[in-house]
């Protein structure tokens, strides 16, 4: 149990999809300008990362590895996880109107974003079990939602201030990405 | 059998069993709630421009009310649709009902038409709420508008612009739908929704009673000479004592619109054949 929490904080805080890993850097830019968009788009990721996870690793343990096909990973992979987020997405519209208005139009977009397929392949990379795999994942999601929502909150402040002419929109957000990229180093070690 | 081809049929089939296991979650799901359709149908006929004037968290969440109870349309209007009498009028037929006594709408009216010299610089969070907070704002009168835009940042449909020169908030009055976002967000309380009919409102909000020293403050504030009062022979006047300011009844006074010192006695938009020379009012 303590190693599947060990997972859990290294994958949410050490090893942060998008300040350490530097994967899923497009939501982080184009849906950090509002908390309550970022809200929704990192509970999507988290959403997408699990099933995504919970479906990929015995596939690939028990169908690619058997037949030596692990070279195929990556092609059945993203065709696996975008139809099952196509599923996901008609049950959630058929069944729970008001979740599907919540997650609106992040739950498609974000079919095969790079952080979705890079937990996939980083559970199969650090030989995880199924357990880990699903730890990981809630980390890893974790994470993407407690980054998107930081840098919203300081974006949203952000726009009041008396930026620089240059440094105003993009600029400053590279800025700020860079300083709490730095931030997150810090916690290099804490986790095995 | 040669790798290359295995890896093809392997592909090929794990295609098939998405495809499939799509086609039958879309046949086994229920299909999408009624009551959810019609609420989706009737969004559609909403306005869309989420301003929460009803007291509901955007059009959707109206639209799901009205499709359970329709008795909300008279509780609490949605001020943009009232406004749009095209788009009330498709709704009522949807709805099949009647809803052409809705009533006109309204429009956001700013109580300032500045000019009050500046006393000091700003150069904070550029922001109404906060400039007012550091000082009470540049601007020597402490009723003007501040001009950070506060108002025309909630704007939904971007009817208000910020003078430049003057650096106050100007509200087109045709652009502006009076879902009353403004009223909310200036930290002054200069914006009043009024009823499109309103024929005429005053351009300031100079309060301090009995205060001459308004003269001074801006060269267009009210001072409380009450020359509109007695000008206006048939009472279209009265002196709200309590704010220190006029009050106007929903008749034109035209009088007093000439008469007054400041010019501010503003005539709205809605009697243009007033303002038109060359359509000049039948009575």
């Known amino acids: 149990m303590s190693e599947l929490i060990a997972i859990f904080f290294s994958m949410a805080l050490v090893n942060n999809m998008v300040l350490v890993k530097f994967l899923g850097l497009c939501p982080f830019f184009g849906v950090s300008k509002k908390t309550s968009s970022a809200f929704s788009m990192g509970i999507a990721v988290m959403l997408v990362m699990l099933v995504a996870s919970a479906v990929t690793w015995p596939l690939f343990h028990l169908l690619l590895v058997p037949y030596g096909f692990e070279f195929m990973r990556t092609v059945i992979f993203i065709l696996v996880i975008a139809s099952l987020v196509q599923i996901i997405e008609m049950s959630i519209k058929r069944t729970n109107m008001t979740l599907y208005n919540a997650l609106g139009i992040y739950l498609p977009l974000i079919t095969t974003n790079c952080a979705v397929l890079g937990i996939t392949f980083i559970n199969i990379d650090q030989n995880y079990g199924f357990a880990a795999s699903i730890a990981a994942a809630l980390g890893a999601g974790v994470g993407f939602t407690l980054v998107l929502l930081i840098m919203s909150g300081i974006r949203e402040r952000l726009d009041l201030a008396d930026t620089p002419k240059v440094f105003k929109g993009a600029p400053i957000a590279f800025l700020i990405a860079g300083l709490l990229g730095l931030a997150f180093l810090a916690f290099g070690g804490m986790v095995g | ?283």
Request: charged share 20%; glycine share 8%.
């Open chain 2, 1 to 283: 059998m040669s790798t290359t081809i295995l890896a093809v049929i392997l592909l090929s089939s794990v295609g098939l069993i998405a495809g499939i296991a799509i086609f039958v979650a879309n046949r086994i799901l229920p299909k999408e709630d009624a009551s959810l359709q019609k609420a989706n149908e009737i969004k559609e006929r909403l306005p869309g421009a989420d301003c929460g004037a009803c007291g509901k968290p955007g059009c959707f969440a109206y639209a799901q009310a009205v499709a359970k109870d329709v008795e909300i349309l008279d509780d609490s209007p949605c001020r943009i649709l009232a406004s749009d009498e095209d788009a009330t009028q498709a709704l009522g037929e949807y709805l099949g009902i009647d809803l052409s006594n809705a009533g006109p709408g309204s429009k956001a009216v700013v109580h300032c038409t500045g000019d009050s010299p500046r006393i000091g610089s700003y150069s904070g969070v550029q922001s109404c709420a906060a400039a007012v907070q550091v000082g009470a704002g540049e601007k020597e009168c402490p009723y003007a508008c501040v001009g950070y835009g506060d108002c025309a940042t909630v704007c939904p449909v971007n009817a208000i612009s910020i003078d430049g020169e003057k650096n106050i908030a100007v509200v087109d009055w045709e652009t502006c739908i009076g879902c009353g976002m403004c009223v909310a967000a200036c930290p002054r309380g200069l914006i009043e929704l009024i009823p499109v009919e309103t024929p005429q409102y005053l351009g300031c909000n100079y309060q301090a009673a009995k205060d001459i020293a308004g003269r001074k403050k801006c060269s267009v504030g009210c001072i409380h000479c009450r020359i509109c009062v007695r000008s206006s022979e048939n009472g279209e006047v009265e002196w709200d004592d309590k704010k220190d300011l006029p009050q106007f009844s929903e008749t034109l006074a035209t009088n007093a619109i000439e008469k007054c010192p400041r010019k501010i006695i503003i005539k709205t938009s809605a009697h243009p054949s007033d303002n038109d020379p060359e359509n000049p009012p039948k009575d």
